[in-house]
């Protein structure tokens, strides 16, 4: 609900930037053109977003308290250790449906996407995706697809998980590893 307001150009009180400049330039509100031009997941989360908002209109609130849990949990745990690493996504990455596909193999193929990233577009947490090597594609194993790892860092502590970063790239070729 969040993320169908953000795309509305509306304030959620989320700790985040507003692109003013890119909100200029979506032309809000939305025409019916511009929505026909939007990918099936933007479709969907306009209008998840906006069912959200009508029916539900409790749930963004009562997620903005969870995640100011979560953010909680995260802290404690990165006072236990300077960094958290995990895989940027719990699937590999799966080849876009045609445009015209039904909606529901866009979804399919977003499944396991956003888990282990979307947490942290709402604790704020900084973290930094980079690439690591291959893995075997779902669709077809012959195929290798670019897998990626997130390191995640406490608040104001960016240049520790830029050095972690930078230290294993320089010490892995992820294109052979």
Same mark, same amino acid.
């Given at each position: ?7 509305? %150009? ?38 998840? %977003? ?61 499944? %396991? ?65």
């Amino acid at each position: 609900m969040g993320n169908h307001m953000g795309m509305l %150009g509306r304030a959620t009180g989320r700790r985040q930037v507003m692109l003013t400049d890119l909100l200029a330039r979506k032309e809000l509100p939305y025409s019916a053109a511009a929505i026909a031009r939007m990918n099936m997941v933007s479709k969907d989360g306009l209008l998840a %977003g906006e069912y959200g908002w009508t029916h539900y209109p409790l749930a963004y609130p009562k997620a903005v308290n969870l995640t100011r849990k979560l953010r909680d949990a995260y802290d404690a745990a990165l006072e236990q250790v300077d960094l958290l690493v995990m895989p940027t996504t719990v699937t590999p990455s799966s080849p876009f449906p045609a445009p015209d596909a039904p909606p529901l193999d866009h979804a399919r193929a977003a499944s %396991g996407k956003l888990e282990n990233t979307s947490p942290f577009n709402g604790t704020g947490h900084p973290a930094l995706a980079m690439p690591i090597g291959f893995v075997p594609a779902l669709a077809d194993p012959a195929v290798q697809v670019p897998a990626s790892m997130q390191i995640v860092g406490r608040f104001f502590d960016e240049v520790r998980i830029l050095q972690t970063a930078f230290a294993w790239e320089n010490a892995y070729d992820w294109k052979t590893f």
